[in-house]
């Protein structure tokens, strides 16, 4: 298994790697706002499962927080944030990211699988796209759970080896992201739901389906974003339902 250092090393090359942002300046006003744009345009789902204002006053810590573009969501939001990520660059740029902004938030870099905080420290955990890059995501689990506080709640997600992204990567050789990462688990449904175990209570969603890409062009490009995306988009959800490619969890200690 590879060893922190080379998972933080990938990421330090690649956390600013945005396409959609490419031709901008990476740590600039308008490199954040593309990439929050993208995010959001691409991830329209994630709002229905996390209200970024419902945590006023109350302490959020994103793990494995990249370039802390839902982390501020929170902040906007009145939360008291704190950011911690195994790569230095993307506290960097986290840190720049909120001083644009005007937030206020705490940034360190850590691992996500040996948090330095105390037990029962945090009211909300967000972790999002990091469970699947770390090298141990159990033990990442267990000290989430440790740093919440009886009764506080996690928002965790992963991504979907039997969906539809996964199936046109064999079938097609759609481009997944971040394939040549150090780790990169590969979780089905009920690998998921047994990996969050430990949480008193659990709830399973699963979203991104299929949404135009903007950044990849070409004829398979064209076929994807003309065809396929609204004929898959139209199948019944009974047939569908399991087959995206996002697993989330709204889980709470
Ligand atoms: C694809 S990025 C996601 C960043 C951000 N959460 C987002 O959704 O945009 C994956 C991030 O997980 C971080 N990561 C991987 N393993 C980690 C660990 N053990 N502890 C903390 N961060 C970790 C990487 O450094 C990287 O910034």
Known sequence: MPTSSAVEHYWDKNVANWKIAADLEAGTQPFFEE??????????YLPNYVDYKAYAGQSVLDVGCGLGTDLSLFARGGAVTTGVDLSKKAIEF????????GLQGEFAQMDGEALAFDDNSFDFVYCHTVLHFTANPAEMIKEIRRVLKPGGSALLMTINRSSWLYALH???GLKIDYLDAPVFHRFNYAEFDSLIGPFEQRELIVERFPVRTEVHTGFKAF???RCFVDLYNALPKRLIGKTGYHLLARVTK
């Open 35 to 44: 990439v929050e744009r993208y995010r959001f345009d691409k991830l329209h």
């Open 223 to 225: 076929l994807y974003n």
């Open 170 to 172: 064999k079938i097609a």
């Open 94 to 101: 986290a840190s720049k990211n909120f001083a644009w902004r």
